[in-house]
Nanobody, 118 residues
């Protein structure tokens, strides 16, 4: 079984940047697709970004295109989400996910809080 642990969340002012990390551990037989989702208070969880197992394909939600970048360091089984030009509406709990689906939704992390406020 794979475990995912997110880190890097926090409080940032509008226009600022944060980088989230997600480390995978446990039984990792193959490198799967990895991605990020978020859930704001009172809203459903929504897709943010994903990267294929090969690293050749990426997918972004329209709301974050041009501001967020997903990357992965396969040797460390870690995926990152670089978030720039943050807006108050980006405030949410951010979840890492992995799996064979596209976007991946098979296994989830516990989430990390991102708050964008002045």
């Amino acid at each position: 079984q794979v475990q995912l642990v997110e880190s890097g969340g926090g409080l940032v002012q509008p226009g600022g940047s944060l980088r989230l990390s997600c480390a995978a551990s446990g039984f990792i037989s193959t490198i799967n697709n990895m991605g990020w989702f978020r859930q704001a208070p009172g809203k459903e969880r929504e897709f943010v970004a994903a990267m294929s197992s090969s690293g050749l394909s990426t997918l972004y939600a329209d709301s974050v295109k041009g501001r967020f970048t997903i990357s992965r360091e396969s040797a460390k089984n870690t995926v990152y989400l670089q978030m720039n030009s943050l807006k108050p509406e980006d405030t949410a709990v951010y979840y890492c996910a992995t799996g064979a689906r596209w976007p991946p939704t098979n296994t989830w992390g516990q989430g990390t809080q991102v708050t964008v406020s002045s």
